[in-house]
């Protein structure tokens, strides 16, 4: 016979399937104790389990295939949209937090908290430019000659001008 006539062919394709069918259903009677029951709830679980991964894959796949629809997120418009969003949603959630923790937070006119908040400030405050002299190297020597003279002539023209001042005020008290 001619190996390559399309009946033989044919014929041989379906001698190999249903050969292929006798092995499979042979290997499936012997091996049958290792094929999972496909009633139980953890093969039924599992499968779940697979069937949504593939799924998902298959949805993600789509997506990518179709990324033309969606926006370019560097663009300026989809930049200015998300900010928004973010900003409503931050301002949002601090209200929220706010006012689920009002009792706890302090009354901020009240005048205890005011002068609270002063002495912290200038505690602060005072920190810092204690921070920046030692930083400074170029502070004079206030042990120098110089130095001291300087400062009794400043103090002395302060105290001259703060008596002046005085004298000032009880003149237009006093007639």
Do not use: W
């Not at 091996?31 to 999972?36: A, C, G, Y």
């Not at 006012?99 to 405050?125: G, W, Y």
């Amino acid at each position: 016979p001619d190996l390559r006539a399309a009946d033989v062919v044919a014929a041989t394709i379906k001698i190999q399937s249903a050969y292929k069918g006798f092995q499979t259903r042979k290997m499936i009677k012997q091996h049958k104790e290792i094929m999972p029951d496909l009633n139980c709830a953890q093969v039924q679980d599992a499968t779940i389990k697979i069937q949504s991964a593939y799924r998902g894959f298959q949805t993600r796949r789509k997506l990518q295939d179709e990324s033309e629809d969606l926006p370019d997120l560097k663009a300026a418009d989809v930049v200015a949209a998300t900010i928004a969003i973010q900003s409503a949603y931050r301002g949002f959630r601090t209200r929220r937090m706010v006012e689920t923790h009002k009792e706890i937070m302090p009354d901020l006119n009240c005048a205890q908290v005011q002068d609270a908040t002063i002495k912290i400030q200038s505690a602060f405050r005072g920190f810092q430019t204690r921070k920046q002299l030692k930083d400074n190297e170029d502070l004079p020597d206030l042990q120098a000659a110089d130095v001291a003279a300087a400062t009794i002539k400043i103090q002395a023209a302060y105290k001259g001008f703060r008596t002046r001042q005085m004298i000032k005020q009880h003149k237009e008290i006093l007639p």
